[in-house]
């Protein structure tokens, strides 16, 4: 099992920037693919960003250009800078990991474990 915890949620302004950090429990963290999804009021969860193992990114067009998805192997924990915040980034952030595939993709099915969100509120 891995457990993973995310940090750094909280309220921004529009246009600021805020920063997730997600802390994973595993020593092969290094062999897993990270993933930050998230999911507004109403509204079914959603992938934002990814990052593979050798350290290859994926964005959502929505975040593209403005979310920086990172990982720091010895500190087990995966980062995802968001920058020119919107008040439609608001949303429950999720860290995800999976390490059956090279890139788990945009579906969260796709990936085993999760941590428990962390609330981003941006406001116009």
């Known amino acids: 099992q891995v457990q993973l915890v995310e940090s750094g949620g909280g309220l921004a302004q529009a246009g600021g920037s805020l920063t997730l950090s997600c802390a994973a429990s595993?020593?092969?963290?290094?062999?897993?693919?990270m993933g930050w999804f998230r999911q507004a009021p109403g509204k079914e969860r959603e992938f934002a960003a990814a990052i593979t193992w050798s350290s290859s990114t994926y964005y959502a067009d929505s975040v593209k250009g403005r979310f920086t998805i990172s990982r720091d192997n010895v500190k087990h924990t995966v980062y995802l800078q968001m920058n020119s915040l919107k008040p439609e980034d608001t949303a429950v952030y999720y860290c995800?990991?999976?390490?059956?595939?090279?890139?788990?993709?945009?579906?969260?099915?796709?990936?085993?474990?999760w941590g428990q969100g962390t609330q981003v509120t941006v406001s116009s």
């Open positions: 995800a990991a999976d390490n059956r595939a090279y890139y788990p993709g945009t579906n969260d099915e796709r990936y085993s474990y």
């Open positions: 595993t020593r092969t963290f290094s062999t897993y693919a």
